[in-house]
């Protein structure tokens, strides 16, 4: 029998046992204990009490992108910010507000096509704003975190507050911000042209579709590049591991991508867990090769 009993009054928001699997880029994994999907602020405080006050543990999805849930699933209440309230965005004059459940891609080609430059390094990069923005998502042409002027946030037990850019430090895919919740943001972008932008952001997108596993199923960089993380100069994480021998290495259904070591594909039939010990073989081999211990970028719940 379902047990809403933690969400009594807000039922309509709440679903108990739904399967991650199709949520997220990779889709594997098992279910979780509740999906909170929240109308608006004032659910969003509400329900997130209510797993405080119940003892539920509270995690928040995006797109699913850069995320590997394990085959059992999670004993948590999962937010979902993807009511209408949440994936709005607009833009006054050259300042670009977005909630937390807004599409970083459809973002991006918002403010290209408008002469608003400062996103186009996103071109490629899924996920939602909040989680972009919580993690610093980006690439080799830039980062989110450079255009941010301010993150309005909320903690676990229903605090909203906004942190500007003087209080916010955005480092190699990382950010200050400790809240749980990230509810919206603003960007300050400089006036350009059309044309020129949209040219730029084809010219990134079109270098990772020819250089990256798109058309497979992946959650994006398994690792971190140490050489950013370390700010030192060095090989990327796909070289080490090219180096290391293990493009196309595979565990059970799992598997080294060939065209992009930094890759792990999960072929038809692939587990979690079959992701997760190719994830440690790597980072094992990696170390005995290299002596560089590399650091995940896939976030994984269990």
């Not at 969003?44 to 849930?69: F, I, M, P, Q, T």
Request: proline share 4%.
């Amino acid at each position: 029998m379902p047990d809403l009993s933690p969400f009594v009054g807000y039922e309509h928001a709440v679903q108990e046992h739904v399967e991650l699997a199709p949520l997220t880029w990779y889709a594997l994994g098992g279910p979780a204990r509740y999906l909170v999907r929240p109308k608006d602020p004032d659910e969003l405080r509400a329900l997130s009490r209510r797993c405080v006050e119940n003892g539920v543990r509270v995690l928040v999805l995006g797109k699913g992108a850069n995320l590997l849930v394990a085959d059992e699933g999670v004993d948590a209440a999962v937010f979902k910010l993807d009511s209408d309230y949440f994936e709005e965005f607009a833009a006054d004059g050259s300042t670009v507000s977005a909630g937390a459940g807004a599409d970083m891609q459809v973002v991006a080609r918002f403010c290209v096509r408008r002469g608003l430059s400062g996103l186009q390094c996103m071109a490629g990069i899924p996920g939602t704003i909040g989680g972009c923005v919580r993690g610093n998502a980006g690439g080799k042409y830039g980062d989110i975190g450079a255009s941010i002027s301010r993150v309005t946030v909320m903690s676990v037990e229903g605090e909203i507050f906004d942190r500007t850019r003087d209080d916010l430090l955005f480092t190699y895919r990382k950010s200050n911000i400790a809240a749980t919740f990230v509810m919206g943001a603003k960007f300050d972008l400089q006036e350009d042209r059309p044309e020129e932008l949209v040219r730029r952001f084809k010219e990134i997108w079109m270098f990772k579709k020819n250089t990256q596993p798109l058309n497979t199923k992946n959650a994006g960089c398994t690792f971190k590049n140490p050489q950013y993380a370390a700010g030192m100069p060095g090989p990327s994480a796909g070289v080490l591991i090219d180096q290391a021998g293990l493009k196309g290495y595979r565990i059970g259904l799992a598997e080294v991508s060939t065209k992009h070591a930094n890759f792990i594909i999960a072929h038809p039939g692939c587990t979690a867990t079959e992701i997760m010990r190719l994830i440690d073989h790597v980072q094992e081999t990696v170390f005995k090769v290299h002596g560089i211990a590399l650091e995940q970028e896939v976030v994984i719940w269990k």
